[in-house]
């Protein structure tokens, strides 16, 4: 890992740890980071490791900041341009590939306690994806609502992650995220070819995700149509 020579000492010293961390996490996986590891590998002793991190959990709790940095940094921006569903798919394939390529950094990214700013990148990442999903419902493809969207799309893909990373190299199945992502689009997305004549669900999902733009009602109108369009977008022939 290359670290910038603009930092400080002690910012150059941490960054080296996280840095020495997160490749013993990617070839050996948790249990292969430990104070010692991590000192000898960086050239420092163990003190300096609790000095800065305070202990073990906290080295692991920045290395899981940084996945998070490097895995939003990857996200391509919410264009206005590119078709919405094409956009939603990109985002599902980074999330898959990037898993694939860090196996031990995602499992650690998704099961361990996240810190502050672990949360705060987690949210930041959850708001794009929520992003996405709004520009395909505006575009009257989401045939259910927004945050159901949200929900089976991210349990969806985190799973297929899980299921992927535990089978051995060797076996893995390469299709599987191709036929989740066609059962999740079968489940939220409208064909295009219906969207011509959208039925009361969809018709819903569409002027909910608009609401937030209709001038011609007050702030207290806008609220009690989205309630209504809401248990439109959720009645059973939606889903």
């Known amino acids: 890992m290359t670290v910038p020579e603009t930092l400080s000492s002690r910012e150059r010293t941490r960054a080296q740890l996280v840095g020495v961390a997160a490749e013993l996490l990617a070839t050996g996986g948790p249990d292969a980071v430990t104070t010692r590891s991590v000192a000898q590998a960086a050239g420092v002793q163990a003190p300096t490791i609790y000095r800065i991190f305070g202990d073990k959990s906290g080295l692991l709790d920045s290395v899981m900041e940084q996945g998070f940095a490097a895995y939003l940094a990857q996200k391509p921006p919410v264009g206005r341009s590119a078709d919405p569903v094409e956009s939603l798919r990109a985002g599902w394939e980074l999330h898959i590939g990037f898993g694939l390529a860090h196996p031990e950094l995602f499992r650690l990214m998704h099961t361990a306690l996240r810190t502050p700013d672990g949360q705060a990148a987690a949210a930041t990442g959850s708001e794009i994806l929520k992003a996405r999903i709004h520009r395909v419902a505006e575009a009257g493809r989401l045939r259910v609502t927004e945050r159901r969207a949200d929900e089976l799309i991210r349990a969806a893909g985190t799973g297929v992650v899980f299921t992927l990373i535990d089978q051995p190299e060797g076996e893995r199945d390469e299709g599987l995220a191709d036929t989740a992502w066609a059962a999740v689009c079968a489940a939220i997305l409208v064909d295009t070819e219906d969207a011509v004549l959208p039925g009361p669900e969809v018709a ?21 149509l989205g309630e209504w369009l809401d248990r439109i977008a959720e009645s059973p022939a939606a889903q």
């Open 204 to 224: 819903a999902v569409t002027l909910r995700a608009a609401l937030p733009e209709l001038s011609a009602l007050s702030a207290g109108e806008r609220v009690l």
